[in-house]
């Protein structure tokens, strides 16, 4: 199973740009799909996140900001990144958990924030 995110890029300041991760199985086999990011020199950490039949959760530092959606029929989830600011640069990686399976994992897509 493959996922692939696309869709970063160089976004000033207070704008906004869509990530997007679409899978290569039924986004629908996935208990779960979240997006994590990496900053230079910082540990991955989880941004935001949803199971299956459930809503999206949030980190605190991009509650508000960013939205997390989902599109079955194109076996795709997206993260909507609004008002981003400088400390949002990273890389960003969507990854999903099935059942049996275990976690796969995308393979990064960088986003910069200019200030």
């Known amino acids: 199973v493959q996922l692939q995110a696309s869709g970063g890029g160089l976004v000033q300041a207070g704008g906004s740009l869509r990530l997007s991760c679409e899978a290569s199985?039924?986004?629908?086999?996935?208990?779960?799909v979240d997006w994590y990011r990496q900053a230079p020199g910082k540990q991955r950490e989880w941004v935001a996140g949803?199971?299956?039949?459930?809503?999206?959760s949030y980190a605190d530092s991009v509650k508000g900001r960013f939205t997390f959606s989902r599109d079955n029929a194109k076996n795709t989830v997206y993260l909507q990144m609004n008002i981003p600011k400088p400390e949002d640069t990273a890389v960003y990686y969507c990854?999903?958990?099935?059942?049996?399976?275990?976690?796969?994992w995308g393979q990064g897509t960088l986003v910069t924030v200019s200030s």
């Open positions: 990854r999903g958990d099935r059942p049996l399976f275990g976690a796969s």
């Open positions: 949803s199971i299956s039949s459930g809503s999206a």
């Open positions: 199985t039924s986004i629908s086999s996935f208990n779960r």
